[in-house]
């Protein structure tokens, strides 16, 4: 029988990266498996979009080299510029499906003391869609907004604006709430949950370049650095290399499953804030023994 993990309850920077990973353990095949069955036709798309998109740079570097770059015969900018384009869709689509349907999970689990229903999570996800893009587009210009005007300002503003999404998705708030109330929720707790999201992401990236390891070193080997017989043109031809491509769509298909390890963190962020100012664990504790008694 698989363990149960209590969110409800407060949590230490270490307990919350621990308990992190402990959830994705228990919760690693019905969790992953819910989320391909939602986002899986974006995936594919993406990944393939991905993979086109490495062979035209490739096609369109050898055009620059060739002076032929409007050469009707070959791939040509507009091309490669519609497969950036279904790049970014596709891949906006899959990311806003699988964030909601990671929190929608983690709601049903815990109102359900780790029993997950389903059709109830997919139907959360389908009638939230526009919810999480809105508050997405919202959050994404605040935070670059930040950024542009110094990056203290972009800094302070991403780490409340993170937990917006698990205010709108476990208080039920919407759009404007979320983001509104998400800079008074995280009142007192700032450097508490920049310090987690900081090391949390510190985990993420050492993670995700390892994954990038293999095509780098194939890469590498492909242009000859390692013979002494370096061609500098060929690193365009890498591009359109078949292994190559595929190493590293693989390389971004796990570095897209890795997300989750940060959005799991920050739900847990949020329930120890919650916990810290509402004790609404505590209370369901309390309340649960009463029944029993």
């Given at each position: 029988m698989k363990q149960y993990i209590e969110f409800k309850a407060?949590?230490?920077?270490?307990?919350?990266?621990?308990?992190?990973?402990n959830f994705i353990r228990n919760e690693f095949k019905p969790f992953f498996g819910l989320i391909l069955q939602v986002v899986l036709p974006y995936l594919l798309v993406m990944f393939a979009a991905l993979a086109f998109y490495f062979y035209s740079v490739g096609s369109l570097t050898n055009l620059v080299?060739?002076?032929?770059?409007f050469d009707g015969s070959t791939t040509s900018i507009l091309t490669m510029l519609a497969t950036f384009l279904i790049l970014i869709t596709t891949g906006i689509i899959a990311y806003v499906l699988a964030h909601s349907t990671a929190l929608y999970y983690i709601?049903?689990?815990?109102?359900?003391?780790?029993?997950?229903?389903?059709?109830?999570?997919?139907?959360?996800?389908?009638?939230?869609?526009?919810k999480f893009v809105g508050l997405g587009v919202i959050v994404g210009l605040a935070v670059t907004f930040g950024f542009l005007l110094c990056v203290i300002p972009g800094i302070y503003v991403f780490v409340p604006l993170s937990?917006?999404?698990?205010?709108?998705v476990f208080k039920d708030?919407?759009?404007?709430?979320?983001?509104?109330?998400?800079?008074?929720?995280?009142?007192?707790e700032w450097w508490m949950s920049f310090l987690t999201i900081f090391v949390v992401g510190i985990i993420v990236s050492v993670i995700?370049?390892?994954?990038?390891?293999?095509?780098?070193?194939?890469g590498i080997i492909k242009m000859g650095v390692f013979s002494g017989e370096v061609d500098p043109t060929g690193q365009a031809g890498l591009f359109q290399d078949p292994v190559y491509i595929i190493l590293n769509v693989l390389s971004y298909a796990l570095k897209y499953f890795?997300?989750?390890?940060s959005i799991i963190a920050v739900v847990f962020i949020y329930f120890n804030i919650n916990e810290k100012k509402n004790f609404s664990g505590t209370f369901d504790r309390i309340d649960s023994l009463g029944k029993t008694e």
């Open positions: 407060q949590r230490d920077l270490g307990q919350i990266i621990t308990d992190t990973f080299d060739d002076n032929a770059l709601k049903s689990y815990v109102e359900n003391k780790g029993v997950v229903n389903t059709e109830i999570v997919k139907t959360n996800v389908k009638n939230s869609f526009w937990i917006s999404f698990s205010l709108m708030q919407s759009v404007s709430d979320a983001f509104s109330n998400s800079f008074n929720f995280i009142k007192n995700g370049s390892i994954f990038s390891v293999p095509a780098m070193i194939y890795l997300n989750f390890i």
